[in-house]
């Protein structure tokens, strides 16, 4: 049985908005290794107008998925600095065939992917709530997961956001994108025995516990 000490290198898989980002975050804490959300990197660049933001900022804002190129050099840089060495955990990449291929080729192995299961009409409901810090990243949920102060990061107080790929439109976009691009890793995953799934639950913490279930670990 694993611990909460050993090196764990985790994909998670899932629909947008099925809360991969959330049980990132606590799975990070809990474990002690990094999230790498491709997600919040190219938002940060976007705001930051790197040359990668400006690339990135028209697929982004339509719900269209980054050039993989683009993404793979993302992601390489980041697993190559020192907090990757004990772990870490994938959100949000890899998101196409060639993507994955892409972190096999470069000899990065992961230990599980994990998908979180969930129905397209809870999605659409779920997005509509959801609020993001563009100071750190965060996200929050006015229903589910509301900051304690109204508006505020908790952690780093910003004023929060909603993102414009949350727009209801641009949520159907990514959801076609989704089960067309990256539904079809689920299968590659299986096929080399790491696909585990979970189903979405009705709160943050019953999907976590789920997630540790499935993983065999304690939090
Ligand atoms: P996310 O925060 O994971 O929902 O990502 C937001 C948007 O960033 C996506 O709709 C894509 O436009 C882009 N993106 C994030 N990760 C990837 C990836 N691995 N491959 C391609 N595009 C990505």
């Known amino acids: 049985m694993e611990t909460e000490e050993e090196a764990m290198k985790l994909i998670l898989l899932g629909a947008p908005g ?11 804490h809990k474990l002690g290794i990094p999230t790498i959300s491709t997600g919040n990197i190219l938002r940060a660049a976007m705001k930051n107008g790197t040359p990668v933001g400006l690339k990135a900022k028209e697929y982004v804002e339509s719900g269209r998925l980054v050039p993989d190129d683009v993404i793979i050099g993302i992601v390489e840089e980041r697993l190559a600095e020192p907090d990757c060495a004990e772990g870490y955990i994938l959100d949000g990449m890899p998101r ?5 291929e892409a972190l096999e080729a470069r000899g990065i192995d992961i230990d599980c992917a994990l998908s979180i299961e969930i129905a397209d009409e809870t999605i659409v409901e779920r997005m509509s709530g959801r609020r993001t810090c563009p100071g750190c990243g965060a996200t929050y949920h006015v229903v589910s997961a509301p900051p304690k102060t109204e508006g505020r990061c908790d952690n780093c107080s910003s004023e929060l956001t909603i993102r414009k790929d949350d727009a209801p439109e641009t949520v159907k976009a990514r959801l076609e994108v989704y089960h067309r691009e990256t539904e079809p890793l689920k299968a590659f995953y299986a096929e080399r025995g790491k696909l585990k799934s979970v189903e979405n639950q009705p709160t943050i913490e019953a999907t976590t516990a ?5 993983l065999g670990i304690t939090l």
């Open 96 to 100: 196409t065939i060639p993507q994955a």
């Open 210 to 214: 789920e997630i540790a279930k499935a």
């Open 18 to 28: 099925a809360g991969k980002g959330t049980q990132a975050e606590i799975l990070s």
